[in-house]
């Protein structure tokens, strides 16, 4: 009985490994991040292979070291142990060499920091406000404005009584219906915020990622140097369609820029504040009022205040 349990658990096994072995996506599977298409962020590549590299070295040697001392010092060679019960030398070499480590990955890490900080001198300023769950931006000197969400494929293609292959649709769950336009070479930065939730906007290839709190504006910055397409996701868990709040970016020369600006400049669906989110409420628009009513209400409202004064007296 147990030999035939234990069959069937092996056969199983081996079927779920030859599965994944099969699985069409192994292909494509990458143990790296992606490579940034910023300066910044080819430095946060850098530093990271820097530290992995360094991990490695201690990690090496540390185990090293534990792989020696077992064979070396194993009970059959060395059956008496060693009566001594510390070594001062040994402690000051494991307290200072990792002090040593840390200042000097300290160094480029401090670097790293200081060049994401640098929001000075933007080309361009974009304003980001993040919904559950779709993103606003909004540029202030072009006068442009519009939500970015979901692209339609992907929003029927999630909904599980559309019986519709994800494997079908084209960049699912990473493709959006109107794409946030920057130009190629310019110093972009973001003003982010939220207006419910905290978010989080992030891009790989761009290079760092930053969080958008409500009633907070962080800051962030990149100048993509390659024109492309660029996607990401919201990077914050915030909320049940959390998984379904893409990001797309795409670069373009200067011209086409110029020209996208002039094309949502003169699109009414896209002036500032045209576009209302999904389930907001408009605000109600002000009666317009006579100015002699006005005028007038300030007559009695004076003349009211006269009166309080006089009865107060």
Known sequence: MMTTLFGRGVQRTLVILAAALAWPAQADWDLNFQRSVTDVGQDIYDLHMLIFYICCAIGVVVFGAMIYSIIRHRKSVHPEPATFSHSTVAEIGWTTVPIIIL????????????????????????????????????????????????????????????????????????????????????????????????????????GGKKDAIPGFINTMWFKANEIGTYRGQCSELCGRDHGFMPIVVEVVSEADYASWVQANTTDADTRVAAVAPAGAVEAPKPKAVKRGAVEGAASTEAASDAAGERSGE
């Open 103 to 206: 200042v000097a990955m300290a160094f480029p890490a401090a670097k790293v920091l200081v060049e994401l900080e640098d929001n000075s001198n933007a080309d361009l300023t974009v304003e980001v406000t993040g919904y559950q769950w779709n993103w606003h931006y909004k540029y202030p000197k072009d006068g442009v404005a519009f939500f970015s969400k979901l692209d339609d494929a992907s929003s029927m293609a999630r909904r599980a009584a559309n019986n519709i292959d994800v494997n079908t649709v084209e960049n699912y769950l990473l493709d959006v219906d109107r794409p946030m336009v920057v130009p190629v070479g310019k110093k972009v930065v973001l003003k982010l915020t939220a207006n419910d939730v905290i978010h989080a906007w992030w891009v790989p290839q761009l």
